[in-house]
């Protein structure tokens, strides 16, 4: 039955042909059959608007783009984290940042060896606090170990200082903090993000990359030389990019378009 009804639609189908290719001029008969239809959240149909550009434009268009978001308290920070850093080898952990550290991710708080909220885009440079905006955007909170994530503290991005124990790789001195090497690029990337997604609007500040360190409450992130050569030495891996698609599909509906189209650092900066 089913294979008379095929031959009867194919005769129908070879009809149809057969009268297209009477009614229709042979330049429109040869153009290619349209391409399916990309999917809601593929980057190339969320991105069309910022196609083409560079520079100051490009910056505006991915402002508007990733602009369009869903914005969470402060306290449901904790839950989302289990989900974006989670260990890809255990469910029941988180990956830290900073130390690489895989931990329990009922083990938050505020305690010695619990992991805890950081803001990489350090909270005070521009004072947004952990005010639902800035202050708890996904984009830039990783677990971090309570500890390291104090040593930390607001220290602007550079190369060097002495080694940070209980964090292999990691390095600080008086200004500024060195992050392993496996995180240099999602340092950098986590902070690009927040100066194009933070133009002065929504009653936050503008936030902006410097080439400074020690930029205190000042709205400024350093150092761009560095974290550019951090983004190029360590492209996003596959850790980084599931961690963008949580956040999109799970929690903001936004995406870091650096992890997706890491030449658009170079297009900006
Ligand atoms: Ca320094
Ligand atoms: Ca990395
Ligand atoms: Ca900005």
């Given amino acids: 039955m089913s294979r008379s009804r095929g031959s009867a639609a194919g005769g129908i189908a070879l009809a149809a042909a057969a009268l297209l290719a009477v009614a229709v001029p042979a330049s429109v008969s040869a153009a290619p059959a349209p391409s399916a239809a990309l999917p809601a959240s593929s980057?190339?149909?969320?991105?069309?608007?910022?196609?083409?550009?560079?520079?100051?434009?490009?910056?505006?268009?991915?402002?508007?783009?990733?602009?369009?978001?869903?914005?969470?308290?402060?306290?449901?920070?904790w839950d989302a984290l289990g989900d974006t850093d989670e260990d890809p080898s255990d469910p029941d952990n988180v990956i830290l940042l900073y130390s690489g550290r895989s931990q329990a991710k009922s083990e938050h708080g505020g305690n010695l060896g619990d992991w805890n909220r950081e803001h990489v885009w350090a909270k005070s440079h521009g004072d947004f606090g952990?005010?639902?905006?800035?202050?708890?955007?996904?984009?830039?909170?990783?677990?971090?170990?309570?500890?390291?994530?104090?040593?930390?503290?607001?220290?602007?991005?550079?190369?060097?200082?002495?080694?940070?124990?209980?964090?292999?790789?990691?390095?600080?001195?008086?200004?500024?903090?060195?992050?392993?090497?496996?995180?240099?690029?999602?340092?950098?990337?986590?902070?690009?993000?927040?100066?194009?997604?933070?133009?002065?609007?929504?009653?936050?500040?503008?936030?902006?990359?410097?080439?400074?360190?020690?930029?205190?409450?000042a709205p400024y992130h350093g150092r761009i030389s560095v974290l550019k050569q951090w983004h190029r030495q360590d492209p996003p891996d596959s850790?980084?990019?599931?961690?963008?698609?949580?956040?999109?599909?799970?929690y903001q509906h936004n995406r870091n378009p650096f992890i997706d189209r890491p030449e658009w650092v170079e297009a900006i900066w």
């Fill in 43 to 77: 980057a190339d149909t969320y991105y069309a608007p910022a196609e083409g550009k560079t520079g100051a434009a490009l910056k505006a268009a991915l402002n508007d783009i990733i602009s369009e978001q869903t914005r969470l308290s402060y306290s449901q920070v």
């Fill in 130 to 217: 952990t005010r639902t905006g800035p202050g708890t955007d996904l984009h830039h909170l990783r677990p971090t170990d309570v500890r390291v994530n104090s040593i930390r503290g607001n220290k602007d991005f550079d190369d060097g200082g002495s080694a940070v124990s209980g964090a292999p790789g990691n390095y600080t001195d008086g200004d500024s903090f060195e992050p392993r090497d496996a995180v240099k690029g999602d340092v950098a990337r986590m902070i690009l993000y927040m100066a194009v997604r933070y133009e002065g609007e929504d009653g936050f500040a503008d936030l902006e990359p410097n080439d400074r360190v020690g930029n205190g409450s």
């Fill in 239 to 250: 850790f980084e990019r599931n961690r963008n698609e949580v956040i999109h599909d799970e």
